[in-house]
């Protein structure tokens, strides 16, 4: 089984700073790499796919880069509405779910 | 747009059967561009596959090693939603489930891929 790392655990930011979370693989996964947000009592949201692929309604301030093990979510100017758990998953034969990055205000 | 929207107990007695199910409107359960998926969420085990159910000129079913003994996903193409059993729980089951949309690519071979839609979870407790 693939073990994905997310890190770091927790993430303080202030509003309008950038953020950068990364995701790492325990093999290669190529670009089957997803990123998602959950807020709390919420289901997780598609962000980004194929690593780097927005996904419908997402905004401009959401990127993703990287490919075979080492993945980055960058949100360029944090808003209110993004703090919040992020999990990335991979889905190259078979799938696994990283533990998750908490952004918090700083 | 499509939405996922989830029913069943929320509590569970130990031995006895968790059932959940998904209702799918803006798609079909029988797509031949996705398939439909169980997920859990816990404290101790993270975001967790279960298992899923797909129609390609025949329907396929597909489960997580660890609950195929006493898991069974089930479509209902008349109701357009699709279900859960899980067998014989205990208290490690407790969790949030979700029901989700994979977009599954490889026509025929529907392999895993991302989840674009979710329902809104149940939180499910195996409590006596």
């Known amino acids: 089984e693939i073990v994905m790392t997310q890190s770091p655990a927790t993430l303080s930011v202030s509003p309008g700073e950038r953020a950068t979370l990364s995701c790492r693989a325990s093999q290669s996964v190529r670009s089957n790499l997803a990123w998602y947000q959950q807020k709390p009592g919420q289901a997780p949201r598609l962000l980004m796919y194929g690593a780097s692929t927005r996904a419908t309604g997402i905004p401009a301030r959401f990127s993703g880069s990287g490919s075979g093990t080492e993945f980055t979510l960058t949100i360029s100017s944090l808003q209110s509405e993004d703090f919040a758990v992020y999990y990335c998953?991979?889905?190259?034969?078979?799938?696994?779910f990283g533990g998750g990055t908490k952004v918090e205000i700083k | 747009q499509v939405q996922l929207q989830q029913s069943g107990p929320g509590l569970v007695t130990p031995s006895q059967t968790l059932s959940l199910t998904c209702a799918i409107s803006g798609d079909s359960v029988s797509s031949n561009s996705a398939a439909w998926t169980w997920i859990r969420q816990s404290p101790s085990r993270g975001l967790e596959w279960l298992g899923r159910?797909?129609?390609?000129?025949?329907?396929?079913?597909n489960y997580a090693l660890s609950m195929q003994s006493r898991m069974t996903i089930t479509p209902d193409t008349s109701k357009n939603q699709f279900s859960l059993q899980l067998n014989s729980v205990t208290p490690e089951d407790s969790a949030v489930y979700y029901c989700?949309?994979?977009?599954?690519?490889?026509?025929?071979?529907?392999?895993?891929?991302?989840?674009?839609?979710w329902g809104q979870g149940t939180l499910v407790t195996v409590s006596s």
């Open positions: 159910t797909y129609y390609r000129s025949k329907w396929s079913t």
């Open positions: 998953q991979h889905y190259n034969d078979w799938l696994t």
């Open positions: 989700a949309r994979d977009r599954c690519s490889g026509g025929d071979n529907c392999y895993l891929a991302y989840y674009d839609f």
